[in-house]
């Protein structure tokens, strides 16, 4: 019975482990991961957020959904950022993983008589357990190459987070200024239609020509053109924007039009100059830090290795029985000679890739200040056109308006005025392009900084 004591050993230990349960992909597991955010909940999360870069907000949409209410949502109920989260979990376990120390080894075999004299002779065996104590070596610079590849990941999401919710306040802005376009032509609707009307009459009375009359009807044409399309873009707008916020494409909601975008930009441009944002920028790109915390994991990996050069020695206790009914214990060590494999090429396989991890930290951080430079400029130069652009069309409502007294007082004919209309016009639209992009830059600003700043000045 003496030797098989390891198999109830093993026995005894695989009692503890741990079981099998399925986790299928049906209609059913489908549905419950798909279903909406409940506003409630979003509610509650968005209140004790804990981020490194955004602020907890006092989520309400019940007159409208803010921009910092969609960087919130996006944040708690985007589809994306749950399997991105589940990262979380896999390096907290790499981290267990790397504290577990190796199994010992158990081996058994028995040596039965079975021809020759075998009288007075019993069943010989013999066992042995060992453990391979040079796992102690690397265990310490294991573990902590886990730890920084778990705060890495960690901030790896924390960026990830970070983004989504600029995207969907990037929606915001792109859609807001959509249904300003949409809401500005639906206002000249009217006016391009009286336009035609009294062209159409002018010509019937023999007081316009076809050419004008043509003319008018193409860009009548043009114009209804322009509406479809601005209202195609509302639409595709605001699927994006529930598509970031992890809704579905048909669920009711509706976006704060009274926003004070031009407060925002102004608070913005006060606090974010080229040397604010380049000042500890290393420190907010929270991918720059987890690109220095996955470095450093690498480093700890490279030792390891070295350590690992540490010849194999297993330690163990041999105990023996032979045919004469002899029984022997003693100790057992094996150790590996590093004749051939010095495990040099591990090492030259982690110092490679300690290089790229350095060169690829580098190139980020340069990109990163190239980029906030170039956004910080882009900004102050359309900021200079939209002051421009303001007054132009400030000068160009005038006109319309003294050309509208005008024809009603027959010192104009109605060919000039609409002239006029269309360059009016042209000026919003543009206008509205410019702050719509000014907008979309700020936004752009704050992602590739790392500093969040609220719509409001009571948001964080």
Same mark, same amino acid.
């Given at each position: 019975? &003496?030797?098989?004591?390891?198999?109830?050993?093993?026995?005894?230990?695989?009692?503890?482990?741990?079981?099998?349960?399925?986790?299928?992909?049906?209609?059913?597991?489908?549905?419950?991961?798909?279903?909406?955010?409940?506003?409630?909940?979003?509610?509650?999360?968005?209140?004790?957020?804990?981020?490194?870069?955004?602020?907890?907000? @006092?989520?309400?949409?019940?007159?409208?959904?803010?921009?910092?209410?969609?960087?919130?949502?996006?944040?708690?109920?985007?589809?994306?950022?749950?399997?991105?989260?589940?990262?979380?979990?896999?390096?907290?376990? $790499?981290?267990?993983?790397?504290?577990?120390?190796? /199994?010992?080894?158990?081996?058994?075999?028995?040596?039965?008589?079975?021809?020759?004299?075998? @009288?007075?002779?019993?069943?010989?065996?013999?066992?042995?357990?060992?453990?391979?104590?040079?796992?102690?070596?690397? +265990?310490?610079?294991?573990?902590?190459?886990?730890?920084?590849?778990?705060?890495?990941?960690?901030?790896?999401?924390?960026?990830?987070?970070?983004?989504?919710?600029?995207?969907?306040?990037?929606?915001?802005?792109?859609?807001?200024?959509?249904?300003?376009?949409?809401? %500005?032509?639906?206002?000249?609707?009217?006016?391009?239609?009286? +336009?035609?009307?009294?062209?159409? @009459?002018?010509?019937?009375?023999? /007081?316009?020509?076809? %050419?004008?009359?043509?003319?008018?009807?193409?860009?009548?044409?043009?114009?209804?053109?322009?509406?479809?399309?601005?209202?195609?873009?509302?639409? &595709?707008?605001?699927?994006? %924007?529930? !598509?970031?916020?992890?809704?579905?494409?048909?669920?009711?909601?509706?976006?704060?039009?009274?926003?004070?975008?031009?407060?925002?930009?102004?608070?913005?441009?006060?606090?974010?100059?080229?040397?604010?944002?380049?000042?500890?920028?290393? @420190?907010?790109?929270?991918?720059?830090?987890?690109?220095?915390?996955?470095?450093?994991? $690498?480093?700890?990996?490279?030792?390891?290795?070295?350590?690992?050069?540490?010849? !194999?020695?297993?330690?163990?206790?041999?105990?023996?029985?032979?045919?004469?009914?002899?029984?022997?214990?003693?100790?057992?060590?094996?150790?590996?000679?590093?004749?051939?494999?010095? /495990?040099?090429?591990?090492?030259?396989?982690?110092?490679?890739?300690? $290089?790229?991890?350095?060169?690829?930290?580098?190139?980020?951080?340069?990109?990163? *200040?190239?980029?906030?430079?170039?956004?910080?400029?882009?900004? =102050?130069?359309?900021?200079? =056109?939209?002051?421009?652009?303001? $007054?132009?069309? &400030?000068?160009? *409502?005038?006109?319309?308006?003294?050309?509208?007294?005008?024809?009603?007082?027959?010192?104009?004919?109605?060919?000039?005025?609409?002239?006029?209309?269309?360059?009016?016009?042209?000026?919003?639209?543009? %206008?509205?392009?410019?702050?719509?992009?000014?907008?979309?830059?700020?936004?752009?600003?704050?992602?590739?900084?790392?500093?969040?700043?609220?719509?409001?000045?009571?948001?964080?």
């Amino acid at each position: 019975m &003496r030797h098989i004591w390891p198999c109830l050993i093993v026995s005894g230990i695989l009692t503890g482990c741990a079981a099998y349960h399925p986790m299928p992909i049906d209609k059913e597991s489908a549905a419950k991961a798909l279903r909406p955010a409940d506003m409630a909940t979003v509610k509650v999360d968005a209140a004790r957020l804990n981020h490194p870069l955004l602020k907890p907000v @006092k989520f309400d949409i019940a007159n409208g959904l803010s921009m910092d209410d969609a960087a919130i949502l996006a944040v708690v109920a985007n589809p994306e950022l749950k399997a991105e989260r589940d990262r979380l979990a896999v390096a907290s376990a $790499q981290v267990l993983k790397s504290g577990i120390l190796p /199994n010992p080894n158990v081996s058994m075999d028995v040596d039965l008589p079975t021809g020759g004299p075998t @009288k007075g002779t019993v069943n010989a065996y013999n066992t042995l357990t060992d453990w391979n104590i040079t796992s102690l070596v690397t +265990r310490g610079a294991e573990i902590a190459a886990a730890r920084h590849e778990d705060r890495s990941v960690a901030l790896d999401v924390a960026w990830k987070e970070w983004q989504i919710a600029e995207a969907a306040r990037l929606h915001f802005v792109r859609l807001y200024w959509a249904q300003k376009k949409y809401s %500005l032509l639906k206002e000249r609707e009217k006016d391009v239609g009286e +336009r035609l009307k009294a062209l159409e @009459k002018a010509f019937a009375m023999g /007081n316009e020509t076809r %050419l004008n009359l043509d003319a008018a009807r193409a860009s009548c044409q043009q114009f209804r053109l322009l509406l479809e399309q601005t209202k195609g873009e509302v639409g &595709r707008e605001t699927l994006a %924007l529930h !598509k970031v916020l992890g809704l579905p494409p048909d669920y009711r909601i509706t976006i704060k039009g009274d926003t004070d975008f031009k407060g925002w930009l102004g608070r913005l441009l006060g606090r974010l100059t080229e040397k604010t944002c380049l000042q500890g920028l290393d @420190k907010r790109r929270l991918d720059l830090v987890a690109l220095k915390e996955g470095y450093q994991a $690498q480093e700890e990996r490279l030792r390891a290795q070295v350590l690992a050069q540490f010849p !194999k020695i297993n330690i163990g206790l041999l105990n023996a029985g032979d045919t004469g009914a002899i029984i022997t214990t003693g100790p057992s060590v094996s150790i590996g000679l590093p004749v051939f494999d010095r /495990n040099q090429g591990n090492i030259a396989i982690e110092k490679a890739t300690r $290089q790229r991890l350095f060169d690829e930290y580098m190139a980020r951080l340069f990109g990163a *200040r190239a980029e906030v430079s170039a956004i910080i400029e882009n900004m =102050r130069s359309t900021e200079d =056109r939209v002051a421009v652009l303001n $007054q132009a069309v &400030r000068d160009k *409502r005038r006109l319309y308006d003294d050309c509208r007294r005008a024809v009603k007082e027959g010192n104009l004919d109605a060919v000039n005025l609409y002239q006029v209309l269309d360059d009016l016009m042209a000026k919003e639209l543009e %206008l509205l392009k410019l702050k719509g992009g000014l907008c979309e830059l700020a936004v752009a600003l704050e992602a590739a900084s790392g500093v969040y700043s609220p719509l409001s000045p009571q948001g964080g």
